[in-house]
């Protein structure tokens, strides 16, 4: 119902965002990743939201990016995930590190979320890990600093799947390395074996 409201902060509270648009405050439940973000009283800015009709009443829920509500979106489309667990799991993970934890398998990472538990986060990677998309995964990560060129990221990427290691691993070893801007793929796939062995 709506994609997003544009308008000034009234008020940031531990949960939500209170938001002016034309004189009528809209109150948003927002991840608290999100909320710690803003800086402050009206200040202009765009929330992405998702508008929630239950039979215990009505919410909106906003979200500083589309990524974050895209992810939101996914999670509550898991059995036992209703839109306060996701809010709890984007207010611990990053969408970026939510992404590398359903790819990865890193049921302790989204377990770490306050009401979710080791099983819930179990069918989170279970029914959503076909649905991130794994290189975009890696290139967002890879992309994010001074970072090596995106064909040998790829090609690295590429090379580890085909030597037989999961994508789960990859993710992993690219997560935790340090690539300078000028490295080719073959020196990627070095330094990321080393890791691996």
């Not at 809209?26 to 202009?44: A, C, N, V």
């Not at 667990?85 to 049921?107: K, N, Q």
């Amino acid at each position: 119902m709506y994609a997003y409201i544009e308008g000034t902060i009234d008020e940031i509270t531990e949960t939500q965002l209170i938001l002016d648009h034309d004189g009528i405050g809209y109150e948003l439940l927002m991840p608290q990743s999100d909320l710690s973000r803003l800086t402050g009283h009206r200040e202009r800015m765009r929330i992405y939201t998702y508008y929630q009709v239950s039979e215990n009443g009505v919410a909106l829920y906003g979200f500083l990016t589309k990524e974050s509500k895209e992810l939101f979106l996914l999670l509550v489309t898991v059995n036992g995930v209703g839109p306060k667990a996701a809010i709890a799991i984007l207010g611990t993970l990053s969408a970026e590190d939510l992404r590398f934890a359903i790819i990865g398998e890193d049921v302790k990472a989204i377990s770490a979320a306050p009401g979710v538990g080791p099983k819930t986060a179990k069918r989170i990677i279970l029914d959503l890990k076909d649905k991130i998309d794994f290189v975009e995964a890696v290139e967002s990560h890879l992309d994010s600093g001074a970072q090596a060129d995106a064909s040998a990221k790829n090609d690295a990427m590429a090379a580890l799947v085909a030597l037989g290691y999961s994508s789960s691993d990859a993710v992993r070893v690219f997560a935790d390395m340090e690539i300078a801007e000028d490295m080719q793929a073959d020196e990627l796939i070095r330094a990321a074996l080393r890791k691996l062995s």
